[in-house]
Nanobody, 115 residues
Framework: QVQLVESGGGLVQPGGSLRLSCTAS????????MYWYRQAPGKQREMVAG???????NYADSVKGRFTISRDNAKNTLYLQMNGLKPEDTAVYFC?????????WGQGTQVTVSS
């Protein structure tokens, strides 16, 4: 059974940092394109960052220069380093894995940016 398990969320002050992790099981992690999405209350889920199997990376404009996505195929783990956090970054962050017609979601981890 495929599982994507996110961790690393929490409460942080504006300007602070967090690192999210997503560990995958039961998939050949290295061939999947991986994404971080987020969903704030009352808003649609939006893509934050993506990284392909060849490590081509793209970011949403709202996080460019502040967030860094990376992957460790040996550990089947996706990361999102978030620096310079703003209150508007508050959301549930989800990990997504895609390959061909296959797609999987994690359960999400809450990130709250507040003083």
């Amino acid at each position: 059974q495929v599982q994507l398990v996110e961790s690393g969320g929490g409460l942080v002050q504006p300007g602070g940092s967090l690192r999210l992790s997503c560990t995958a099981s039961a998939i050949t992690f290295s061939i999947y394109t991986m994404y971080w999405y987020r969903q704030a209350p009352g808003k649609q889920r939006e893509m934050v960052a993506g990284i392909t199997s060849s490590e081509y990376i793209n970011y949403a404009d709202s996080v460019k220069g502040r967030f860094t996505i990376s992957r460790d195929n040996a550990k089947n783990t996706l990361y999102l380093q978030m620096n310079g956090l703003k209150p508007e970054d508050t959301a549930v962050y989800f990990c997504n894995a895609r390959f061909s017609t296959n797609g999987y979601w994690g359960q999400g981890t809450q990130v709250t940016v507040s003083s």
